[in-house]
């Protein structure tokens, strides 16, 4: 059985965010069973866990064995499995690789780097300056999106694991109104985001958050 793991809680600011909803949302996709890892802040730091995901992050994945991480690398073995994710035609499969990458190391960053300002720096004075340079970057990728989608549904037409991908990372600016400065994106994102694979992986990742909340977080609700 394939074991994926997964956050025990986070604060509410990171749940429906964590990566392993990427993995989670491709075996969805795929029609494969997985069971949850969930682990705790105790369990990051232990050579058990280090052997699975090096820097102690999540997802690690575990497949009677063959252990992964980096969720696009896992998403990109599962989409090897299912052509829900990835045509088998050479072309097809060269175009859903090129928008996996281009997800990960042309969009994700930038949103990164501006949800982390606003995140864990919001209050600093060099966030405050930096900021708006930040938002420029992300603003300009998104226009170069938007002009490659197009008026079409999906990134190459149908729907691939390019867009599961390029779905959660948008999905990363939720706290910000970025994105629906781009209409067709932010579509593009409800259109992915309405896919019943994805809605059972969301549902998922947040039941052990409700069941694992610490006291302090009950009593403080998020601002
Ligand atoms: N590039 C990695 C990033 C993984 C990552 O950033 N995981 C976060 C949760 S979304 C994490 O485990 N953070 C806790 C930590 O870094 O200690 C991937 O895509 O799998």
Redesign the pocket.
């Known amino acids: 059985m394939i074991r994926v793991s997964a956050?025990r809680w986070v604060p509410p600011f990171?749940q429906g965010?964590?990566?392993e909803l990427r993995v989670r949302w491709a075996l969805e996709e795929a029609g494969i069973p997985y069971e949850d890892l969930l682990i705790g802040p105790e369990h990051?730091r232990t050579p058990e866990y280090r052997e699975m995901q090096p820097?102690?992050?999540?997802?690690a994945y575990d497949e009677d064995g063959l252990v992964m991480?980096?969720?696009?690398a896992i998403v990109l073995h599962i989409a090897e499995r299912s052509e829900v994710l990835m045509p088998t035609d050479p072309v097809g499969r060269a175009r859903t690789q090129t928008w996996m990458f281009a997800a990960?190391s042309s969009i994700e960053p930038h949103i990164q780097n501006l949800s982390m300002i606003d995140i864990f720096h919001t209050n600093e004075e060099w966030a405050k300056l930096r900021r708006p340079g930040a938002v420029a970057m992300v603003q300009q990728r998104l226009q170069e999106l938007a002009t490659c989608l197009g008026d079409r549904e999906y990134l190459e037409g149908r729907f691939t694991a390019g867009d599961l991908l390029m779905s959660t990372v948008l999905r990363i600016l939720r706290s910000t109104d970025i994105l629906e400065q781009f209409p067709t994106l932010a579509a593009y994102r409800t259109r992915c985001e309405a896919r019943p694979a994805f809605e059972r992986a969301l549902a998922a990742q947040l039941a052990p958050f409700a069941a694992n909340a610490p006291p302090a977080a009950n009593a403080a609700p998020p601002a």
């Open positions: 956050f990171a965010l964590v990566r990051q820097f102690g992050q999540v997802p991480f980096e969720s696009g990960l």
